[in-house]
């Protein structure tokens, strides 16, 4: 019973944040002008207008194998790692929520973080996901 009920919240909690992530992959064709200034701003990195498209097609993909639950290992522990950057150079804004070039938002990273974070260590017991289930193992 416990098993079944673990393995039904990773699965709310897999789709929850592959719905998540795929928001921003999309976001990088809908408005490539707010990934440009993303990259800018936060990792002082500017590049063409060609690139969001590319990014975007990559996180899509990357989201997509993160909703049906496909090679775990590697897919949960990219979005961890992904998510992980994007929460390490918001730091400035999570410690200043209030600040007028800041917002009170970027806290929001910090438990969706360890939403990924719980999902990849738990991995294992995710059991619906593409190709049924799967043992887990202690």
């Known amino acids: 019973m416990l098993e079944s009920r673990l393995a039904l ?3 709310v909690m897999r789709i929850t944040l592959g ?16 990934t440009l200034a993303i990259f800018r701003n936060f990792y002082g990195i500017s590049f ?8 975007g097609v990559v996180q899509v993909l ?5 909703l049906v639950g496909y090679k775990p290992r590697i897919t949960y522990g990219i979005v961890l790692l992904l998510h992980s950057v994007t929460v390490i ?3 400035p804004r ?3 929520p209030w600040n007028p070039v800041s917002n009170h ?4 990273g910090v438990p969706i973080l360890a939403a990924f974070f719980a999902l990849y260590l ?15 193992t202690a």
Do not use: H
């Open 94 to 96: 999570i410690l200043a």
């Open 105 to 108: 938002f970027f806290i929001a």
């Open 122 to 136: 738990l991995r294992d017991w995710d059991r619906y996901r593409i190709g049924g289930s799967r043992p887990a």
């Open 89 to 91: 150079v918001s730091i």
């Open 62 to 66: 990357i989201s997509l194998a993160l």
């Open 48 to 55: 063409g207008a060609y690139v969001p498209p590319i990014l």
């Open 9 to 11: 919240a990773l699965l």
């Open 19 to 34: 719905l998540f992530f795929l928001q921003w992959g999309i976001e990088k064709f809908v408005v490539p002008a707010t």
